[in-house]
């Protein structure tokens, strides 16, 4: 168990509506993940975090924006959900001098 | 060469059966690559890192082939419980900052 939650768990919003999903630890890990999972696509990147205020861009990070003021807590904020955005979405985090990532237990975002 | 790539199967096979599945990576430096195994609508799970030498855990084995660049995960005796996807990992950087996964292979053993 790495300590990781994420919420909400479960998602439904119109689209256009701004969407914020958080991701907690316990265990004060510098880096922290956002991914998005789809059918045909695998785990996608969104953004990263090194430390706090410290963040960078994944392959995918167009419509997303992040946000890391402590710690413990990534926020992945969707400023006008689309339907495109309709996915589910993990947190995770590398533990320091570890070179693997482990992941929270996702949210599954549906955008009407 | 598309970064990570792996048969998306699903493989069907009974139990106690060896199963191998390969990945073929490109543009990696690393010196450990991984093993994550996912179960329906749940999170992916470190299932083994993968060294220049192998690297075994009971019925799961794992290669790493630089020259060819493919990574291997064999499981002998196959059990129900291991029906999941599993996904190849390659970090993108030698610092292990950010990692590229692999869209999974889908294995199902059946009684």
């Known amino acids: 168990d790495a300590g990781i939650t994420q919420s909400p768990r479960h998602k439904v919003t119109e689209t256009g509506t701004p969407v914020t999903l958080r991701c907690h630890q316990t265990?004060?890990?510098?880096?922290m993940y956002w991914y998005r999972q789809d059918p045909g696509h695998g785990l996608r990147l969104i953004h990263y975090?090194?430390?706090?205020?410290?963040?960078d861009k994944g392959e995918v990070s167009d419509g997303y924006s992040v946000s890391r003021s402590k710690t413990e807590d990534f926020l992945l904020t969707l400023e006008s959900a689309t339907s495109s955005q309709t996915s589910v979405y993990f947190c995770?985090?590398?533990?320091?001098?570890?070179?693997?990532?482990?992941f929270g237990p996702g949210t599954r975002l549906l955008v009407l | 060469r598309k970064e990570v790539e792996q048969d998306p199967g699903p493989f069907n096979v009974p139990e106690g059966a060896t199963v191998a599945f390969n990945c073929t990576y490109s543009?990696?430096?690393?010196?450990?690559f991984f093993w994550y195994r996912q179960d329906c609508r749940k999170e992916p799970k470190l299932l083994m890192s993968?060294?220049?030498s192998g690297n075994e855990d009971g019925r799961f084995t794992a290669q790493l082939n630089r020259a060819s660049q493919y990574i291997s995960l064999l499981i002998r005796d196959s059990k129900l419980s291991d029906s999941a996807t599993y996904l190849c990992?390659?970090?993108?950087?030698?610092?292990?900052?950010?990692?590229?996964f692999g869209k999974g292979t889908m294995l199902l053993v059946s009684p």
């Open positions: 995770a985090i590398r533990r320091d001098s570890q070179e693997t990532q482990y």
């Open positions: 265990e004060n890990h510098r880096y």
């Open positions: 975090s090194y430390g706090v205020k410290d963040t």
């Open positions: 543009n990696s430096a690393s010196q450990s």
């Open positions: 993968v060294y220049s």
């Open positions: 990992v390659v970090p993108r950087d030698s610092g292990y900052s950010t990692l590229t």
